[in-house]
């Protein structure tokens, strides 16, 4: 490797770790449909790169929301394009995450020692249906506002407890500016920071079992 | 050598078929974005009536709470939902002893058929 490198690798000591990494055997027969996980992770980054994208010119306000959307999709350069590769993402990333469910399944993959990276992989599969959720609202139209409506009522539903967890999904009564800041909150930091911590789980422990044999 | 040169490694094996499906999923990804883009909706407006429509991946939850109505209604707004994710939790614990993978298919099955059916139903 070139000096730069060595000189970082001296400090930083990334060589050896993935050396072991690249060169791990994997089972002789594999198919394409092991890719089916990596494709859903694809997407993910997708996302995260064209969500810090839209996050430059989305404003999170009762006021401001749909005026940005708006420019975003009319004026900024390539803006609708972003959000059309955003949305895009999105559902291909729940699609690719529902076939990769389906893979593990068949090749039974998610037996122990594998078990617990099932679950992490059923939490991960949650934090994306929650990441649509809170994400159909950000763009404050028609559509995302009754949608989202019907979608928090659901919460006041539960016995005792309904109507204080309804209040605090909104933020009040009624789905209004404070529910868009909620949201948003949720939608870039808590939930991708928690499908971050749930796919370095995931790979992990992926790196450390191996790869199941294939039936 | 000879031994070892059969055996797949994760490089340059697999590596290389990763990166293939990797071009391929933003091929999709970029196609679909080109074709389909999102259009803006419609400003909020309190005075026209609208028909909430969730997202493909709520369709079955939101099918599912016409079932129950009045009362009931927590048994699919709370209940199923959290019923399906545990379910789908325990597979690999459900899969134990003689007839576990069985139960597993069936278990599986209930939820990918339920998933489609609803979803399905909400559209037509």
Known sequence: MGKIFDWIDSRFGVKEPHKRFLQRPVPENINYSYCL??????????????????????VPSEKEAFKSVVMITNEVTLGWLVRSLH????????????????????????RPPRDLNWMAGVFGFVTAMASGFTGYLLPWD?????????????F?????????LMYAVRGGLDIN???????????ILYLPVSMAVVLWAHFHMVKKQGIAKSL | MGKDRKEKRFYPDYLSEIIFAILVSIEILTILALLYYPSIGRQIDFTR??????????????????????KSAFLGTVMIPLISVLLLLLIPYIDRGKNGRLKAIAVGSILLLMFLILTLLSVL
């Open chain 2, 49 to 70: 009536p609208f028909q909430p429509r969730p997202e493909w991946y709520f369709l079955w939850l939101y099918q599912f709470v016409r079932y129950f109505p009045g």
């Open chain 1, 177 to 187: 500016g404070t529910t868009l800041i909620r949201f948003y909150s949720l939608h």
């Open chain 1, 142 to 154: 028609q559509k995302a506002y009754w949608a989202t409506e019907v979608g928090t009522s659901m």
């Open chain 1, 156 to 164: 006041g539903t539960v016995p005792l407890i309904g109507d204080y």
């Open chain 1, 87 to 110: 949305k895009w993402s999105a559902n291909l990333f729940i699609i690719f995450i529902i076939l990769h469910t389906i893979r593990v399944f068949v090749y039974k993959a998610y």
């Open chain 1, 37 to 58: 996980g990596g494709m859903a992770f694809t997407y993910f980054l997708m996302l995260a790169f064209t969500g810090i994208l839209l996050s430059i010119y989305y």
